[in-house]
């Protein structure tokens, strides 16, 4: 085992406490990670590269996080989650276990497929494809086993069904499911979502979230309920 394994393993182990995070950046070239106080690592979790942990995010056990990696205040990442390249999680977002976020791909038009064939056999370098950063908004939820790919955003308030490979946009407060994931129908009206996207609430402090309980506490069911948000509002 080399001393680099041993260190990152032993990170993992601890669960990146605070006082690491600068010896991770000092000991690793390609390390830079911007961890908020209130963040919590569990044990078993393993950070490469440049990652941005915000305030009250959530990282549960076996999670890797490997690239450009960005999670949203508040968001949750349930256990074995793994979230490699260029990704961006908004706020408020529950991902359920076991999702993958797939931004890097393997180069298929070279006789051969395997990275590590180039580089310990042939000496070479075999860089993977992407079609683009994975970008998701804020309030989504995405459910156990789903796969994210390559230059896909997910809409503010969108909701992706358990299993489903999202290999396209989804819209906001869209639901989808399946393989390739298709909408099977939307969270709201049409009324509803447009005014949810003007408030914006997940920019809210947290102080105006607990005065206005109520709203969060309302089910919008119909078209008349947009005219109620607005009186809660006042």
């Known amino acids: 085992m080399t001393l680099e394994t041993l260190v990152e393993r032993t990170l993992s182990v601890l669960g990146y406490p605070s006082v690491t995070h600068g010896l991770a950046d000092w000991y690793f070239d390609s390390t830079d990670l911007e961890i908020a106080p209130s963040a919590r690592i569990a044990m078993g979790c393993l950070l490469r590269g440049a990652v941005n942990l915000r305030p009250h995010t959530r990282v549960s056990r076996g999670c890797i996080l490997a690239g450009d990696v ?107 499911a399946g393989v390739p994931a298709e909408r099977i129908k939307w ?32 089910d919008l069911r119909t078209v008349d309920d947009v005219a109620e948000i607005a009186t809660l509002l006042e």
């Open 187 to 218: 969270r709201f009206p049409r009324a509803v979502r447009e005014k949810l996207l003007e408030l914006e609430w997940w920019n809210w402090d947290e102080e105006t979230m607990r005065d206005r309980r109520a709203f969060f506490e309302h």
């Open 70 to 176: 960005t999670i949203g205040k508040r968001t949750n990442l349930e256990p074995n989650c793994d979230l490699i390249g260029e990704v961006e999680l908004g706020r408020y977002c529950a991902i359920a276990r076991e999702t993958t976020f797939q931004q890097t791909n393997h180069e298929t038009r070279r006789p051969s497929q395997q990275i590590r064939f180039y580089d310990e056999v042939l000496d070479s370098d075999l860089p993977p494809t992407t079609k683009g950063a994975i970008t998701v908004g804020n309030d989504v939820w995405i459910g156990t086993r789903a796969t994210i790919l390559s230059g896909v955003t997910i809409g503010d308030g969108a909701i992706i069904g358990a299993g489903a490979v999202v290999s396209s946009d989804v819209e906001p407060y869209a639901v989808v």
